[in-house]
């Protein structure tokens, strides 16, 4: 069985996410997300509209996610690919180059990112909808 990991905040799930998800299950049988929690989110100096439990619970839903971890710092990359047998580690373009020490222990790949959506657009255009 070919595990694949990925990482995130996963905030007001978008398209853009779920394409992410999806490839990311394709590279493999099995797809583990972890997703920052509230205290990580602090360090990332997001702020989530939906909390850990919510963000978490959204994403157990979904049907390319088999199975969801905490993310709680930046240094626990290497563990999480080594105690749950990762072979895949994916991440969208954005993190291009960033992980690339994890190709000591697993494949490391970066996906396109998705264009024309993020959560910090749907902020700004509810906000500006708003001042419409
Ligand atoms: N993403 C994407 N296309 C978008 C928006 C996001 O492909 N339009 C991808 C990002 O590249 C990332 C994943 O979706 O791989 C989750 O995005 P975020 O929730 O913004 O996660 P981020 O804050 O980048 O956290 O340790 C890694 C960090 O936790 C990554």
């Known amino acids: 069985m070919k595990k694949v990991i990925t990482y995130g905040t996963f905030d007001l799930l978008h398209w853009g996410h779920i394409n992410l998800l999806k490839r990311a299950k394709e590279m493999g049988d099995y797809l583990i997300v972890a997703i920052s929690s509230d205290a990580f989110n602090d360090l ?22 088999d199975e969801v971890i905490p993310e709680e710092s930046w240094d626990q990359k290497i563990e999480d690919v080594i105690k749950h047998e ?20 697993c494949e490391v790949i970066y996906l396109p990112r998705t264009v024309g959506i993020s959560t910090s657009k749907i902020k700004d255009d509810l906000l500006n909808l708003d001042n419409a």
């Open 86 to 105: 990762v072979d895949s580690f994916v991440m969208g373009s954005d993190w291009e180059g960033k992980f690339d020490f994890l190709k000591d222990y």
């Open 44 to 65: 990332k100096n997001k702020k989530s509209y939906h909390s850990f439990e919510n963000r978490k619970m959204i994403l157990e839903a979904i049907r390319y996610v």
